[in-house]
Protein backbone atom coordinates (compact mmCIF):
# COMPACT_ATOMS: atom_id res chain seq x y z
CA UNK A 1 0.00 0.00 0.00
CA UNK A 2 1.23 3.49 -1.01
CA UNK A 3 -0.25 6.65 0.64
CA UNK A 4 1.69 9.91 -1.53
CA UNK A 5 0.89 13.68 -1.48
CA UNK A 6 -0.21 14.51 -4.74
CA UNK A 7 2.47 16.95 -6.32
CA UNK A 8 0.55 18.73 -7.83
CA UNK A 9 -2.39 19.59 -5.49
CA UNK A 10 -1.09 20.11 -1.98
CA UNK A 11 -3.43 19.18 0.60
CA UNK A 12 -4.77 16.19 -1.22
CA UNK A 13 -3.38 12.31 -1.19
CA UNK A 14 -3.95 9.67 -3.19
CA UNK A 15 -3.78 5.81 -1.55
CA UNK A 16 -3.44 2.51 -3.49
CA UNK A 17 -3.32 -0.56 -2.36
CA UNK A 18 -3.12 -4.09 -3.54
CA UNK A 19 -4.48 -6.88 -2.28
CA UNK A 20 -3.64 -10.56 -3.43
CA UNK A 21 -6.46 -12.95 -3.58
CA UNK A 22 -5.55 -16.62 -3.10
CA UNK A 23 -8.05 -19.76 -2.40
CA UNK A 24 -7.65 -23.21 -2.93
CA UNK A 25 -9.63 -25.62 -4.23
CA UNK A 26 -9.12 -29.38 -3.64
CA UNK A 27 -10.83 -32.63 -3.95
CA UNK A 28 -11.45 -34.15 -0.75
CA UNK A 29 -12.55 -37.50 -0.66
CA UNK A 30 -14.86 -38.13 2.71
CA UNK A 31 -14.42 -34.63 3.68
CA UNK A 32 -15.94 -35.79 7.39
CA UNK A 33 -13.99 -38.68 8.12
CA UNK A 34 -11.94 -38.01 11.20
CA UNK A 35 -8.41 -38.94 9.52
CA UNK A 36 -9.14 -36.14 6.88
CA UNK A 37 -7.68 -32.69 7.67
CA UNK A 38 -9.18 -30.67 5.27
CA UNK A 39 -11.93 -28.94 7.02
CA UNK A 40 -9.64 -28.00 9.48
CA UNK A 41 -6.26 -27.16 7.62
CA UNK A 42 -5.31 -23.25 7.23
CA UNK A 43 -6.39 -22.87 10.94
CA UNK A 44 -6.24 -23.92 14.66
CA UNK A 45 -6.95 -27.29 15.42
CA UNK A 46 -7.16 -29.07 18.51
CA UNK A 47 -8.56 -26.59 21.87
CA UNK A 48 -9.76 -24.23 18.88
CA UNK A 49 -13.44 -23.44 17.71
CA UNK A 50 -15.44 -23.35 14.54
CA UNK A 51 -18.85 -21.71 13.39
CA UNK A 52 -20.36 -24.49 11.64
CA UNK A 53 -23.94 -23.50 8.94
CA UNK A 54 -25.01 -26.56 7.48
CA UNK A 55 -28.00 -26.85 5.11
CA UNK A 56 -30.84 -28.97 6.58
CA UNK A 57 -30.66 -31.80 4.48
CA UNK A 58 -27.15 -32.28 4.69
CA UNK A 59 -27.93 -31.84 8.53
CA UNK A 60 -30.06 -34.87 8.89
CA UNK A 61 -27.68 -36.90 6.58
CA UNK A 62 -24.68 -36.34 7.92
CA UNK A 63 -25.19 -33.97 11.05
CA UNK A 64 -23.97 -36.83 13.88
CA UNK A 65 -20.13 -37.55 11.40
CA UNK A 66 -20.50 -33.85 11.24
CA UNK A 67 -20.37 -33.22 15.12
CA UNK A 68 -18.22 -36.50 15.25
CA UNK A 69 -15.51 -34.90 13.29
CA UNK A 70 -14.99 -32.20 15.65
CA UNK A 71 -15.16 -33.63 18.84
CA UNK A 72 -12.64 -36.24 17.63
CA UNK A 73 -10.49 -33.03 16.82
CA UNK A 74 -11.11 -32.02 20.26
CA UNK A 75 -12.74 -29.09 18.35
CA UNK A 76 -15.86 -27.12 20.14
CA UNK A 77 -18.11 -26.85 17.00
CA UNK A 78 -21.26 -24.44 17.48
CA UNK A 79 -23.38 -26.12 14.16
CA UNK A 80 -26.22 -24.26 13.00
CA UNK A 81 -28.75 -25.88 10.32
CA UNK A 82 -30.39 -23.48 7.90
CA UNK A 83 -33.06 -24.75 5.30
CA UNK A 84 -31.59 -24.63 1.42
CA UNK A 85 -34.06 -23.28 -1.24
CA UNK A 86 -34.59 -19.88 -2.75
CA UNK A 87 -37.08 -18.61 -0.47
CA UNK A 88 -34.51 -18.96 2.32
CA UNK A 89 -32.14 -16.88 0.31
CA UNK A 90 -33.19 -13.94 2.26
CA UNK A 91 -32.41 -11.47 4.92
CA UNK A 92 -33.72 -13.84 7.98
CA UNK A 93 -31.42 -16.42 7.02
CA UNK A 94 -28.18 -13.99 7.08
CA UNK A 95 -29.80 -12.27 10.21
CA UNK A 96 -29.95 -15.92 11.90
CA UNK A 97 -26.25 -16.65 10.88
CA UNK A 98 -24.92 -13.28 12.07
CA UNK A 99 -26.94 -13.90 15.85
CA UNK A 100 -25.81 -17.08 16.49
CA UNK A 101 -22.21 -16.32 14.97
CA UNK A 102 -22.38 -13.44 17.95
CA UNK A 103 -23.00 -15.57 20.43
CA UNK A 104 -20.32 -17.74 19.75
CA UNK A 105 -16.95 -15.70 19.74
CA UNK A 106 -13.93 -16.74 17.35
CA UNK A 107 -10.78 -15.28 16.28
CA UNK A 108 -11.16 -13.58 14.04
CA UNK A 109 -8.17 -14.81 11.73
CA UNK A 110 -7.43 -18.74 12.19
CA UNK A 111 -11.11 -20.11 13.36
CA UNK A 112 -12.78 -20.07 9.69
CA UNK A 113 -16.42 -20.17 9.63
CA UNK A 114 -17.62 -23.16 7.50
CA UNK A 115 -20.30 -23.49 5.35
CA UNK A 116 -21.88 -26.99 4.20
CA UNK A 117 -24.54 -26.70 1.93
CA UNK A 118 -25.63 -25.98 -1.73
CA UNK A 119 -25.51 -22.86 -3.25
CA UNK A 120 -28.06 -21.22 -0.67
CA UNK A 121 -26.38 -21.91 1.67
CA UNK A 122 -22.62 -20.95 0.64
CA UNK A 123 -24.10 -17.63 -0.80
CA UNK A 124 -25.61 -16.87 3.04
CA UNK A 125 -22.89 -17.76 4.92
CA UNK A 126 -20.09 -16.21 3.01
CA UNK A 127 -21.91 -13.14 2.69
CA UNK A 128 -22.28 -13.33 6.31
CA UNK A 129 -18.96 -14.07 6.66
CA UNK A 130 -17.71 -11.22 4.87
CA UNK A 131 -20.00 -8.33 7.12
CA UNK A 132 -19.13 -10.11 10.53
CA UNK A 133 -16.15 -8.17 12.19
CA UNK A 134 -15.81 -6.91 8.06
CA UNK A 135 -14.41 -9.83 7.41
CA UNK A 136 -14.22 -13.58 8.90
CA UNK A 137 -12.04 -16.15 6.73
CA UNK A 138 -14.79 -19.05 5.57
CA UNK A 139 -14.38 -22.51 3.84
CA UNK A 140 -16.75 -24.03 1.90
CA UNK A 141 -17.97 -27.54 1.34
CA UNK A 142 -20.34 -27.44 -1.70
CA UNK A 143 -23.33 -30.23 -1.38
CA UNK A 144 -25.59 -29.75 -4.38
CA UNK A 145 -24.15 -30.49 -8.49
CA UNK A 146 -24.81 -26.25 -8.42
CA UNK A 147 -22.38 -25.28 -5.48
CA UNK A 148 -19.74 -28.15 -6.40
CA UNK A 149 -19.39 -26.56 -10.32
CA UNK A 150 -20.50 -22.93 -9.75
CA UNK A 151 -21.78 -21.70 -6.55
CA UNK A 152 -18.43 -22.68 -4.70
CA UNK A 153 -15.83 -21.85 -7.37
CA UNK A 154 -16.07 -18.66 -7.27
CA UNK A 155 -15.97 -15.41 -5.36
CA UNK A 156 -19.33 -14.19 -5.01
CA UNK A 157 -21.77 -14.31 -1.80
CA UNK A 158 -25.12 -12.83 -2.06
CA UNK A 159 -29.57 -13.19 -0.82
CA UNK A 160 -32.17 -12.12 -2.64
CA UNK A 161 -34.14 -8.91 -1.19
CA UNK A 162 -36.18 -7.10 -2.30
CA UNK A 163 -37.83 -8.96 -4.45
CA UNK A 164 -34.52 -8.93 -6.42
CA UNK A 165 -32.50 -11.69 -7.31
CA UNK A 166 -28.67 -11.95 -5.01
CA UNK A 167 -29.67 -8.03 -5.02
CA UNK A 168 -27.21 -8.00 -1.93
CA UNK A 169 -24.04 -9.65 -1.60
CA UNK A 170 -19.91 -8.99 -1.43
CA UNK A 171 -16.70 -10.33 -3.27
CA UNK A 172 -15.43 -12.31 -0.46
CA UNK A 173 -13.14 -15.07 -1.07
CA UNK A 174 -13.17 -18.23 0.46
CA UNK A 175 -9.91 -19.13 2.40
CA UNK A 176 -10.83 -22.83 0.68
CA UNK A 177 -13.50 -25.07 -1.06
CA UNK A 178 -13.49 -28.67 -0.58
CA UNK A 179 -15.12 -30.63 -3.31
CA UNK A 180 -16.47 -34.12 -1.72
CA UNK A 181 -18.44 -35.97 -4.67
CA UNK A 182 -19.70 -38.51 -2.78
CA UNK A 183 -21.84 -36.07 -0.95
CA UNK A 184 -24.11 -35.48 -4.22
CA UNK A 185 -25.25 -38.79 -4.14
CA UNK A 186 -28.23 -37.84 -1.56
CA UNK A 187 -29.25 -35.19 -4.28
CA UNK A 188 -32.84 -35.55 -5.40
CA UNK A 189 -32.91 -35.87 -9.77
CA UNK A 190 -34.52 -33.00 -10.04
CA UNK A 191 -31.59 -30.96 -8.42
CA UNK A 192 -29.01 -32.86 -9.75
CA UNK A 193 -30.07 -31.94 -13.36
CA UNK A 194 -30.34 -28.44 -12.16
CA UNK A 195 -26.88 -28.37 -11.94
CA UNK A 196 -26.33 -30.23 -14.97
CA UNK A 197 -28.13 -26.95 -16.53
CA UNK A 198 -24.85 -25.23 -15.42
CA UNK A 199 -22.60 -27.40 -16.57
CA UNK A 200 -24.45 -27.60 -19.86
CA UNK A 201 -24.02 -23.24 -19.83
CA UNK A 202 -20.39 -23.60 -19.87
CA UNK A 203 -20.27 -25.90 -22.39
CA UNK A 204 -22.15 -24.63 -25.18
CA UNK A 205 -20.36 -21.16 -24.34
CA UNK A 206 -16.48 -22.02 -23.51
CA UNK A 207 -16.08 -25.76 -23.72
CA UNK A 208 -16.13 -28.01 -26.70
CA UNK A 209 -14.92 -30.52 -25.25
CA UNK A 210 -16.85 -30.79 -22.35
CA UNK A 211 -19.62 -30.68 -24.79
CA UNK A 212 -18.74 -33.68 -26.31
CA UNK A 213 -18.30 -35.33 -22.77
CA UNK A 214 -21.31 -34.15 -22.01
CA UNK A 215 -22.72 -36.34 -24.96
CA UNK A 216 -21.26 -38.91 -24.91
CA UNK A 217 -21.23 -39.88 -21.14
CA UNK A 218 -23.52 -37.02 -19.54
CA UNK A 219 -26.94 -39.15 -18.98
CA UNK A 220 -25.28 -42.23 -17.56
CA UNK A 221 -22.97 -39.66 -14.67
CA UNK A 222 -26.84 -38.32 -14.35
CA UNK A 223 -28.23 -41.41 -13.69
CA UNK A 224 -25.15 -42.20 -11.29
CA UNK A 225 -25.61 -39.20 -9.73
CA UNK A 226 -22.22 -38.35 -10.31
CA UNK A 227 -20.79 -41.21 -8.69
CA UNK A 228 -19.69 -43.41 -11.81
CA UNK A 229 -18.52 -43.93 -15.18
CA UNK A 230 -16.74 -40.16 -16.71
CA UNK A 231 -18.42 -38.33 -13.73
CA UNK A 232 -15.30 -37.53 -12.13
CA UNK A 233 -13.62 -36.19 -15.61
CA UNK A 234 -17.31 -33.98 -16.52
CA UNK A 235 -16.79 -32.50 -12.83
CA UNK A 236 -13.19 -31.90 -13.44
CA UNK A 237 -13.66 -30.19 -16.41
CA UNK A 238 -16.80 -28.18 -15.60
CA UNK A 239 -14.27 -26.54 -12.26
CA UNK A 240 -11.58 -26.29 -14.19
CA UNK A 241 -13.41 -24.13 -16.89
CA UNK A 242 -15.41 -22.15 -14.81
CA UNK A 243 -12.24 -21.39 -12.82
CA UNK A 244 -10.48 -20.56 -15.89
CA UNK A 245 -13.40 -18.13 -17.00
CA UNK A 246 -13.77 -16.46 -13.46
CA UNK A 247 -10.08 -16.04 -11.87
CA UNK A 248 -8.99 -13.37 -14.28
CA UNK A 249 -11.99 -11.33 -13.56
CA UNK A 250 -12.87 -12.02 -9.84
CA UNK A 251 -14.06 -8.90 -9.21
CA UNK A 252 -16.31 -8.75 -12.77
CA UNK A 253 -14.14 -4.90 -13.62
CA UNK A 254 -14.62 -6.55 -17.11
CA UNK A 255 -18.40 -6.68 -17.09
CA UNK A 256 -18.72 -8.50 -20.45
CA UNK A 257 -18.36 -12.23 -19.06
CA UNK A 258 -18.74 -15.54 -21.24
CA UNK A 259 -19.86 -17.06 -17.81
CA UNK A 260 -22.99 -14.44 -17.72
CA UNK A 261 -24.50 -16.84 -20.86
CA UNK A 262 -27.72 -17.75 -19.14
CA UNK A 263 -28.09 -15.24 -16.99
CA UNK A 264 -29.79 -12.33 -18.68
CA UNK A 265 -33.25 -13.00 -19.93
CA UNK A 266 -33.38 -15.61 -16.84
CA UNK A 267 -33.05 -12.20 -14.42
CA UNK A 268 -36.05 -12.68 -12.69
CA UNK A 269 -37.65 -15.99 -14.32
CA UNK A 270 -36.76 -17.99 -10.48
CA UNK A 271 -38.25 -15.50 -8.23
CA UNK A 272 -40.98 -15.26 -10.56
CA UNK A 273 -41.49 -18.66 -10.36
CA UNK A 274 -40.55 -19.75 -7.46
CA UNK A 275 -42.88 -22.89 -6.98
CA UNK A 276 -41.91 -24.36 -10.38
CA UNK A 277 -38.57 -23.30 -11.22
CA UNK A 278 -35.06 -23.50 -10.12
CA UNK A 279 -31.62 -21.21 -10.76
CA UNK A 280 -30.43 -24.04 -13.16
CA UNK A 281 -33.61 -24.23 -14.78
CA UNK A 282 -34.14 -20.84 -15.37
CA UNK A 283 -30.87 -20.29 -17.02
CA UNK A 284 -30.81 -23.32 -19.07
CA UNK A 285 -34.17 -21.80 -20.78
CA UNK A 286 -32.03 -18.44 -21.32
CA UNK A 287 -29.41 -20.77 -22.77
CA UNK A 288 -31.82 -22.04 -25.35
CA UNK A 289 -33.38 -18.52 -25.94
CA UNK A 290 -30.00 -17.15 -26.63
CA UNK A 291 -28.82 -19.92 -29.15
CA UNK A 292 -31.68 -19.44 -31.15
CA UNK A 293 -31.17 -15.52 -31.17
CA UNK A 294 -27.76 -16.19 -32.24
CA UNK A 295 -29.05 -19.01 -34.82
CA UNK A 296 -31.33 -16.24 -36.34
CA UNK A 297 -28.33 -13.23 -36.18
CA UNK A 298 -26.36 -15.85 -38.35
CA UNK A 299 -23.94 -16.18 -35.94
CA UNK A 300 -23.62 -19.70 -35.18
CA UNK A 301 -24.84 -22.81 -37.67
CA UNK A 302 -27.99 -24.22 -37.69
CA UNK A 303 -26.51 -27.62 -36.71
CA UNK A 304 -24.42 -26.27 -33.91
CA UNK A 305 -28.15 -24.89 -32.24
CA UNK A 306 -29.62 -28.73 -33.20
CA UNK A 307 -26.49 -30.02 -31.43
CA UNK A 308 -27.30 -27.81 -28.13
CA UNK A 309 -31.12 -28.76 -28.47
CA UNK A 310 -30.54 -32.39 -28.96
CA UNK A 311 -28.28 -32.49 -25.55
CA UNK A 312 -30.66 -30.93 -23.38
CA UNK A 313 -33.10 -33.85 -24.65
CA UNK A 314 -30.57 -36.60 -24.27
CA UNK A 315 -29.82 -35.41 -20.52
CA UNK A 316 -33.76 -35.25 -20.05
CA UNK A 317 -33.73 -32.27 -19.23
CA UNK A 318 -37.11 -31.04 -20.14
CA UNK A 319 -37.11 -27.25 -19.83
CA UNK A 320 -40.53 -25.16 -20.31
CA UNK A 321 -40.37 -22.79 -23.21
CA UNK A 322 -43.41 -21.56 -22.27
CA UNK A 323 -42.20 -19.71 -19.28
CA UNK A 324 -40.23 -17.68 -21.44
CA UNK A 325 -42.00 -14.30 -21.86
CA UNK A 326 -40.62 -11.66 -24.40
CA UNK A 327 -42.11 -8.97 -22.14
CA UNK A 328 -40.77 -9.91 -19.08
CA UNK A 329 -37.14 -10.83 -21.16
CA UNK A 330 -37.04 -7.29 -22.34
CA UNK A 331 -37.68 -6.02 -18.75
CA UNK A 332 -34.87 -8.36 -17.91
CA UNK A 333 -32.35 -6.90 -20.17
CA UNK A 334 -33.11 -3.55 -19.35
CA UNK A 335 -32.16 -4.24 -15.32
CA UNK A 336 -29.32 -6.42 -16.94
CA UNK A 337 -28.08 -2.77 -18.72
CA UNK A 338 -27.89 -1.34 -15.18
CA UNK A 339 -25.99 -4.40 -13.83
CA UNK A 340 -23.89 -4.16 -16.76
CA UNK A 341 -22.82 -0.50 -16.01
CA UNK A 342 -25.33 0.48 -19.23
CA UNK A 343 -24.39 -2.42 -22.13
CA UNK A 344 -26.06 -5.42 -23.28
CA UNK A 345 -23.02 -7.61 -22.98
CA UNK A 346 -24.97 -10.56 -23.94
CA UNK A 347 -23.08 -13.83 -24.32
CA UNK A 348 -24.10 -15.53 -26.93
CA UNK A 349 -22.51 -18.86 -28.52
CA UNK A 350 -21.21 -18.59 -32.10
CA UNK A 351 -20.23 -22.09 -32.53
CA UNK A 352 -20.08 -25.08 -29.61
CA UNK A 353 -17.13 -23.41 -27.01
CA UNK A 354 -17.34 -20.21 -28.37
CA UNK A 355 -18.94 -16.65 -27.55
CA UNK A 356 -19.63 -13.14 -28.49
CA UNK A 357 -21.47 -10.23 -27.30
CA UNK A 358 -24.41 -8.74 -28.69
CA UNK A 359 -25.39 -5.19 -27.32
CA UNK A 360 -28.01 -4.52 -30.09
CA UNK A 361 -30.79 -6.99 -29.08
CA UNK A 362 -33.68 -5.98 -29.66
CA UNK A 363 -37.64 -6.92 -28.71
CA UNK A 364 -38.71 -8.22 -31.73
CA UNK A 365 -35.76 -10.92 -32.29
CA UNK A 366 -36.71 -11.61 -28.52
CA UNK A 367 -40.50 -12.84 -29.66
CA UNK A 368 -38.84 -14.47 -32.75
CA UNK A 369 -36.57 -16.48 -31.04
CA UNK A 370 -38.65 -17.58 -28.06
CA UNK A 371 -41.57 -18.58 -30.93
CA UNK A 372 -38.75 -20.71 -32.67
CA UNK A 373 -38.01 -22.19 -29.50
CA UNK A 374 -41.23 -23.41 -28.38
CA UNK A 375 -41.92 -25.01 -31.83
CA UNK A 376 -38.62 -26.79 -32.42
CA UNK A 377 -38.67 -28.02 -28.68
CA UNK A 378 -41.81 -30.34 -29.08
CA UNK A 379 -40.07 -31.95 -32.13
CA UNK A 380 -37.34 -33.49 -29.27
CA UNK A 381 -38.61 -35.92 -26.75
CA UNK A 382 -36.79 -35.91 -23.43
CA UNK A 383 -34.75 -40.26 -24.51
CA UNK A 384 -32.89 -39.96 -20.95
CA UNK A 385 -34.27 -39.93 -17.48
CA UNK A 386 -33.29 -40.05 -13.72
N1 LIG B 1 -22.21 -17.39 -5.77
C1 LIG B 1 -22.25 -17.78 -7.02
O1 LIG B 1 -21.37 -17.48 -7.82
C2 LIG B 1 -23.39 -18.64 -7.50
C3 LIG B 1 -23.28 -19.35 -8.70
C4 LIG B 1 -24.31 -20.19 -9.08
C5 LIG B 1 -25.46 -20.28 -8.30
N2 LIG B 1 -25.54 -19.56 -7.15
C6 LIG B 1 -26.74 -19.64 -6.32
O2 LIG B 1 -26.96 -20.97 -5.91
C7 LIG B 1 -28.33 -21.11 -5.56
C8 LIG B 1 -28.83 -22.46 -5.96
O3 LIG B 1 -28.04 -23.44 -5.34
P1 LIG B 1 -28.53 -24.97 -5.23
O4 LIG B 1 -29.09 -25.38 -6.51
O5 LIG B 1 -27.42 -25.70 -4.63
O6 LIG B 1 -29.80 -24.85 -4.24
P2 LIG B 1 -29.98 -25.14 -2.66
O7 LIG B 1 -28.83 -24.65 -1.91
O8 LIG B 1 -31.33 -24.60 -2.33
O9 LIG B 1 -30.01 -26.74 -2.58
C9 LIG B 1 -31.00 -27.45 -3.28
C10 LIG B 1 -31.73 -28.46 -2.37
O10 LIG B 1 -30.86 -29.55 -2.12
C11 LIG B 1 -30.84 -29.85 -0.71
N3 LIG B 1 -29.53 -30.45 -0.49
C12 LIG B 1 -28.32 -29.83 -0.42
N4 LIG B 1 -27.33 -30.73 -0.38
C13 LIG B 1 -27.91 -31.95 -0.40
C14 LIG B 1 -27.41 -33.28 -0.40
N5 LIG B 1 -26.10 -33.52 -0.42
N6 LIG B 1 -28.30 -34.31 -0.42
C15 LIG B 1 -29.64 -34.06 -0.46
N7 LIG B 1 -30.17 -32.84 -0.49
C16 LIG B 1 -29.31 -31.79 -0.47
C17 LIG B 1 -31.10 -28.52 -0.06
O11 LIG B 1 -31.64 -28.69 1.25
C18 LIG B 1 -32.12 -27.91 -1.01
O12 LIG B 1 -33.41 -28.38 -0.71
C19 LIG B 1 -29.06 -19.95 -6.20
O13 LIG B 1 -29.53 -19.07 -5.21
C20 LIG B 1 -28.00 -19.27 -7.05
O14 LIG B 1 -28.17 -17.88 -7.12
C21 LIG B 1 -24.54 -18.76 -6.73
Known sequence: MSALPLAHAPGQWRVAATRRIEYELRKADDVFDPQNDALLAGGRSRGSRRFVVIDDQVHRLHGARVAAYFQSRGVQARILALPGGEEHKDEAAWRRVLQAL???????????????????????????????????????????????????????????FNGHKNRLGSFEPPRRVLLDRRLLATLAPRHLRNGVCEIVKLAVICDAGLFDLLERSGADALASAFQAGASAA??????????????????????????????TFSYGLEMRHAA???HGEAVLLDVLASTVIAERRGLLAEADGERVLALVARLGLQPEPRLLEPAHMW???????????????????????????????????????????TERMTGHEPIAQC
Do not use: W
Open 234 to 263: ILDRAVGGMLRELAPNLYEDDLARAVDFGH
Open 102 to 160: DAFPIHRRDEPVIAIGGGVLTDVVGFAASCYRRGLPHIKVPTTLMGYVDAAVGIKTGIN
Open 276 to 278: TLL
Open 331 to 373: QALLDRIEHRNGHQHVPLPTAIGACAFADDVVFPEIEAAVAAL
